[in-house]
């Protein structure tokens, strides 16, 4: 399959639209000096305690919704007991955010002809996405793909892949559902600076968008190509293991200074598209991080405040993982959407080092954002 879609024009062979998304937020609202506090007092006979708490303080998150509050959090719990609340709420929130999401595109679950699912903060057999299909009423036909081990990236992956399928069928419609409940990954026994870095940024939430065929009136971002990017020798710098206790994230201090080497690949993918280096208008980056989306900024040449939005849902939830783009691209649709045929980048890293990227355009529901070539 390749990895952009173009014709002789720099056209697509068909115009995906990327509906409102949908956001659902867990009841448990949290502060960030509320869980610092807790952190702090938990972990107050570890020597680098101070460090840790410091780097929970330059995270720029101000508040969380958990699924799982404080006491939860800090109670110690078998890994199957949380793994079945992560089953029960994933189903919940992600039912909520795909019924909202499809009413907000004007149609329904019988309509809905692929269901992309991804989450990777819990795991069950039959995934979330079986549940979610039933309980929202798809055909029984519709047609799943669940990701679950591409963590942050995830929710572009799940974009491209409803973006893909819609090259096959171009008069389908596709349905894409983000669930992640980081809180019941919480090790209330690991105090490694990477576990306070991670309980300073990650929060829970579901998302969901529905993708079809682009029309005058589709608001939103149109998907004009999509690419995956697998960095070599990259493996240890987002990465995570499952033991007894349950799902362990790392990150290492490594990834500030692995964005700039996918810089290069980016501009790759843009120049393919006949884009110039500092030609796009927006971009929507995933959260990971006050220094990630730095980087971004800095190695795209992107005027300052081209992620604010980005920034904004940082700090409002958080890093939600794969469900974050998904919010970013909701606060583009709610809070000053860019001008029509605005050039676009979607971008989000995850485990692998893995770069999952789309470029399109801005449509302001009255005409095709067509993509401009060169420029």
């Known amino acids: 399959m390749p990895a952009t879609y173009l014709g002789e024009e720099h056209e697509p062979r068909a115009r995906v639209a990327i509906t409102h998304p949908a956001v659902v937020l867990p009841e448990h609202v949290v502060t960030q000096q509320e869980i610092v506090a807790a952190v702090g007092e938990h972990f107050a006979e570890v020597p680098h305690v101070e460090r840790g708490l410091d780097l929970m303080r330059a995270t720029t998150v101000e508040t969380r919704n958990l699924v799982a509050g404080l006491t939860e959090m800090f109670t110690p719990r078998p890994f199957g007991d949380r793994n079945a609340r992560y089953t029960e709420e994933a189903v919940r929130l992600g039912a909520r955010a795909a019924e909202e999401a499809l009413a907000l595109a004007g149609t329904d679950a019988a309509d809905v002809d692929h269901l992309v699912f991804v ?28 990701i679950q081990q591409l963590g942050c990236a995830a929710g572009v992956s799940a974009l491209a892949e409803a973006f893909h399928f819609l090259q096959a069928y171009p008069d389908a419609t596709a349905l894409v559902v983000a669930v992640e409940l ?194």
Request: proline share 7%.
């Open 119 to 146: 989450s990777c903060t819990g795991y069950a057999l039959p995934g979330p996405d079986a549940y979610i299909a039933q309980e929202i009423g798809c055909r029984p036909t519709v047609r799943r793909t669940p």
């Open 182 to 375: 980081s809180s019941l990954s919480f090790q209330p026994e690991q105090d490694s600076l990477s576990d306070f870095i991670s309980n300073g940024i990650f929060g829970d939430g579901a998302a969901a968008t529905v993708l079809r065929r682009a029309t005058p009136g589709a608001t939103g971002f149109q998907i004009q190509g999509a690419r995956q990017h697998l960095l070599p020798g990259s493996q240890s710098v987002i990465a995570g293991r499952t033991t007894e206790d349950g799902f362990h994230f790392r990150t290492d201090p490594r990834v500030r200074t692995t964005v700039p080497k996918v810089i290069p690949e980016i501009e790759s993918f843009l120049s393919d598209l006949g884009w110039k280096p500092g030609a796009l208008d927006f971009c929507v980056s995933h959260t990971g991080g006050p220094l990630i989306m730095d980087g971004v900024e800095r190695g795209l040449a992107l005027e300052p405040g081209t992620l604010r939005h980005s920034r904004e849902s940082m700090a409002r939830i958080g890093n939600t993982s794969s469900v974050s783009i998904l919010d970013v691209l909701r606060r583009h649709h709610e809070n000053g959407s860019p001008a029509h045929a605005a050039r676009g980048l979607v971008v989000a890293f995850g485990p692998g080092f893995t770069t999952e990227l789309l470029a399109g355009t801005w449509n302001d529901g009255t005409r095709y954002g067509n993509l401009p070539a060169g420029a």
